[in-house]
């Protein structure tokens, strides 16, 4: 949509993506094309998509991806962004990278937790003061990923979990 103004259509459907998804579309694979260093071409057969319904996607001419595998792909490329030969655009990590994503059959689920997490408390873990879970995930990641995971939680509709990894993010020094 660059150079264009976009149509009250457009900017319905990106509130929709961003409400859903907690990010547009046109800014998440954004920042794949850039850190894979790939055309939208490539992108939409590694997450197995078609070019024309990627297009979509960003253009807000559509709202959502309907199948879980194509957006798990999305997820697990997201997820590999943070891999240190991604970053430094080693052509051989992002080959392996982009093969392996293509390859997978990721099945994204949801589950209802239960409410009562101590004791009948209803107090969640990492929340009110108690910093045990988020002490504990604060040693298992960097500051950094922890953050990069928290956002796709958030993106994924777990507030809360977003909120305990952001917490551990504090904790290991970010």
């Not at 099945?107 to 929340?127: H, I, K, V």
């Amino acid at each position: 949509m660059s150079g264009q103004v976009p149509t009250d259509h457009q900017q319905s459907i990106s509130a929709q993506q961003l409400q859903m998804y907690g990010e547009n579309w046109a800014d998440r694979f954004g920042r794949l094309l850039r850190g894979y260093r790939i055309p939208q071409s490539k992108l939409a057969a590694v997450i197995g998509l078609s070019a024309p319904m990627l297009s979509q996607l960003i253009s807000g001419q559509r709202v959502k991806i309907s199948n879980p595998a194509v957006y798990g792909r999305v997820v697990g490329l997201e997820e590999q962004l943070a891999h240190p030969g991604v970053q430094a655009g080693d052509p051989a990590v992002l080959a392996k990278v982009l093969d392996e994503v293509a390859a997978s059959h990721p099945a994204l689920t949801t589950m209802t937790m239960r409410q009562d997490y101590s004791a009948g408390s209803g107090e969640r873990p990492g929340m009110d003061g108690d910093d045990s879970l988020p002490a504990r995930l604060s040693t298992m990641a960097s500051s950094d990923q922890l953050r990069e995971t928290a956002r796709a939680a958030v993106a994924g509709g777990a507030a809360a979990l977003g909120a305990v990894l952001d917490r551990a993010a504090e904790l290991s020094g970010g």
